[in-house]
């Protein structure tokens, strides 16, 4: 069966220190990947998309990174965090005309 | 970027009564998709419609899409309980098929009381 993984479920980290969240899918292959932002009571923010191992778009200019190691492993980082990174982090893959389906999502709090 | 709005921000309604909640997009798409989040977690993905299509249903569920407008609207019939959550439409750009890439409302909020 398809499903996606994503841990921490929840994260505090204090400012300056890194951040790694992981992303894993299953029962796909080379899936369309993305990692979106949520800020409290708003709308998700698109931050990086990749299409197959090793590609990866931004979105939107900022302290993140995001790699893909693996086709079905997607792993947003910062080497430093800021206290605008807090926020819900949900990872997704498109699962063709079916739609897109989400993780659990991680909520990150930087203090 | 923020591509849709979604009217009305917060919408009460008792068990049994129609919701409605509209999104309003400003570039041409592929397809709108509607999804649905319970407090504090992930997303799930209740129906999309594409670009040539008007009107689709699911269940208890009605989406229209008037591309001309440049609107869709959601209607939940009969609403339960079980019906409160957010509520977010999200598009797929035209041209953006093969990156997939969602932009999303900033969604409805729904309560139904019992």
């Known amino acids: 069966s398809q499903t996606i993984h994503q841990w921490p479920a929840t994260l505090v980290q204090p400012v300056g220190s890194p951040l790694s969240l992981e992303c894993t899918v299953e029962g796909t292959s080379n899936p369309n990947l993305y990692w979106y932002r949520q800020a409290a009571g708003r709308g998700l923010q698109l931050l990086f998309y990749s299409v197959g191992i090793g590609q990866i778009s931004s979105e939107v200019p900022q302290n993140l990174s995001a790699s893909r190691p693996q086709d079905r492993q997607f792993i947003l980082s910062s080497k430093k965090l800021l206290l605008s990174d807090s926020g819900f982090y949900l990872c997704?893959?498109?699962?063709?005309?079916?739609?897109?389906?989400f993780g659990s999502g991680t909520r990150l709090t930087v203090v | 970027s923020q591509q849709g709005e979604e009217d009305p921000q917060a919408l009460s309604i008792q068990e049994g009564e129609n919701a409605t909640m509209n999104c309003s997009y400003k570039t041409s798409i592929n397809n709108l998709q509607w999804y649905r989040q319970n407090s504090g977690r992930g997303l799930v993905h209740l129906i999309l419609i594409r670009s040539n299509e008007r009107e689709k249903h699911s269940g208890r569920l009605r989406v229209t899409l008037d591309t001309s407008k440049k609107s869709s609207s959601l209607l939940i019939t009969a609403s339960r309980a079980a019906d409160t959550a957010s509520y977010f439409c999200a598009t797929v750009h035209l041209g953006s098929s093969n990156t997939g890439k969602l932009i999303f409302g900033q969604g409805t909020t729904l309560q139904v009381k019992p």
């Open positions: 997704a893959w498109r699962v063709g005309a079916r739609g897109y389906t």
